[in-house]
């Protein structure tokens, strides 16, 4: 009689299966320990603003409900305006929320730092003393992923490979601008920014197929960066290593230059070796060769600058007079060193430093 009501019923059914489906996510069901325990966070903290929460809302209904104004059995009093013991419920119990989830947070960001190393493998079973993390360096480049094997000389464009229940060293960096290292089933996102390293610490503990991404918009080909992260016995791990070194090419400076244009679908890619140095030149952004890296303009910034311009001590002092007008130039007044960290004065370091005693 009413065929609009079967149809609108089909479209509730199916949109709540959609959404009941997502409870099965990589993302809280992940086969990492690290994201496991960022999954378990997760589940604590929205369990214990629950115990505020839930009765928040259930009193509000029961109160609306209770003292409606055609129930003339609920109390009336207009006057009242304080009670000691609902005041210390009120505030009490979220204040002993607030602090449960201080502790619990103060104490994961600590124990989940990306850049502390791993301790266990997995819940009950702590990582072995003579175990060595597997060190890749990834490179987010627009718009792919470079993964390099520095200890095995091999390196990969859109998929990584790790064996299971191995510790992980991820060092990350980009090329042009920022990105998001993310892997749901093994951890959380790590930002990639040019000119900087940064790091995680991880383990897979289920072999398998995972899905990676970068999760941070960067450009039209932003959609299509994705990679894939293969968790691998030992053996096929192996296996997986001999198959990049036999068909592979080298991965040189100049291989690199023109990997680094921007590109969008790229294919997997694989090289057999790589050449050294590369890594710290990408991080130093000179691969080309024709200018100079970021560490080498950091060590002269430190030393003074390369010239008056980069000394911060500088005073203007009479240089002569040239056709009857006075001349001034910029000298060096006061630099760091390492009896004069400060940069004082001569006068006034010698008064500073420290006098024998007799």
Known sequence: ?????????????LSAGIALSGCNGIVMKPHGDIARQQANLIVTSTLL??????PVIALTLYFAYRY????????????????????????????MIIIALGAITWISTHKLDPFRPLERIAEGRPLAADVKPLEVQAVSMDWKWLFIYPELGIATVNEVAAPVDRPLHFRITSTSVMNTFYVPALA????????????????????????????????????????????????????????????????TRADYLKLEQPSTKEPIRRFASVEPGLW????????????????????????GGAGKGGVAGTLRSAWGDLDGRRRERTVVAALCTPTNPLGLPLEAADAAAPQPKN
């Open 68 to 95: 409606r104004q055609s129930n003339t059995e609920a109390t009336y009093a207009p006057e009242w305006d304080h009670s000691t013991r609902l005041e210390l419920v009120i505030w009490g119990a979220p204040l």
């Open 1 to 13: 009689m009413y065929p609009y009501k079967s149809l609108l019923t089909r479209v509730l059914v």
């Open 188 to 251: 959380g996102m790590i930002y990639s920014m040019p000119g900087m390293e940064t790091q995680l610490h991880a383990v897979i503990n289920k072999a398998g197929v995972y899905d990676g991404m970068s999760a941070n918009y960067s450009g039209a080909g932003f959609s299509d960066m994705r990679f894939k992260f293969h968790g691998l016995s030992e053996e096929d791990f192996a296996r997986w290593v001999e198959s990049n070194k036999a068909a592979g090419n080298a991965l």
């Open 49 to 54: 603003m629950l115990l505020i929460i839930v």
């Open 280 to 303: 710290s030149a990408i991080v130093d952004r000179c691969v080309d060769g024709r200018k100079m890296c970021a560490s080498q303009m950091m060590a002269i910034d430190a030393a």
